[in-house]
């Protein structure tokens, strides 16, 4: 028994410190690929989408700001003042998600918590995948920093079936690079981050117009520079 658990003990140890220097590793390296895109390859031989994924990585200074605002202005507003987790949205969510049973599930993640999944797990809602995605979310705040968050959550959020990140989605949306992409133009694309596989940029539905003018309203609201720590 004494061996067994001395054997256990290593083989977690190893897990733990393999975990830190992928992180640590993803602070300097851009993900070559997620489990996101392949699983999603998989699924389209099933049906009709694409099995390549399309993505063009960006740097941080090459994605136009009004990207970075729309997705805080969306998915966290919270996201330069919190450490990773915006509790009062997670409790808002569970309460909502209590009381509204047969409707579509509401999430309560941060863009720390959406770049730690996407960046290093698969996509499920089970009990397993969201205590990694919590430890995950713990190591990028604390070796990344915000921008790297941010840099990464723009290159691998999914933005259409098989477009993957601002950089493909402005060319395949606008024919445009994404440091030349309006407000609108931004506003859109992050409009449809809820369900990108449903919504559209090319066909926009009165749903998807009316989230980007919300967006395009908050995002007077939202103030960045590339100087986050």
Do not use: C
């Not at 975990?19 to 031989?45: C, E, H």
């Not at 070796?143 to 060319?171: C, D, P, Q």
Request: glycine letters at 6%; charged letters at 25%.
């Amino acid at each position: 028994m004494k061996w067994l658990f001395k054997l256990l003990f290593r083989f977690i140890f190893g897990i733990f410190l393999f975990s830190i220097v992928w992180v640590l590793a993803y602070k300097f390296i851009n993900p070559p690929l997620t489990f996101t895109m392949i699983g999603n390859s998989f699924d389209n031989i099933k049906g009709d989408g694409p099995v390549i994924w399309q993505q063009d990585w960006k740097s941080l200074d090459e994605i136009s700001s009004q990207y970075i605002k729309a997705v805080i202005a969306s998915e966290d507003q919270k996201f330069l003042d919190h450490n990773g987790f915006d509790f009062e949205a997670i409790k808002k969510a569970y309460e909502y998600n209590k009381k509204n049973t047969k409707n579509k599930i509401k999430g309560g993640s941060t863009i720390s918590q959406q770049t730690a999944k996407n960046a290093f797990l698969w996509q499920d809602r089970s009990m397993v995948r969201k205590g990694l995605e919590a430890y995950f979310t713990f190591l990028i705040e604390m070796i990344w920093g915000k921008e790297r968050i941010m840099e990464v959550y723009l290159n691998i959020a999914e933005m259409g079936n098989g477009i993957y990140g601002v950089g493909a989605a402005s060319k395949v949306y606008f024919k445009k690079e994404a440091k030349n992409v309006n407000k609108n133009e931004a506003a859109l694309v992050v409009a449809i981050l809820p369900s990108p596989k449903k919504l559209s940029v090319t066909n926009p539905s009165a749903y998807t117009r009316k989230r980007q003018n919300w967006i395009m309203n908050q995002m007077k609201y939202i103030s960045w520079s590339n100087k986050q720590k």
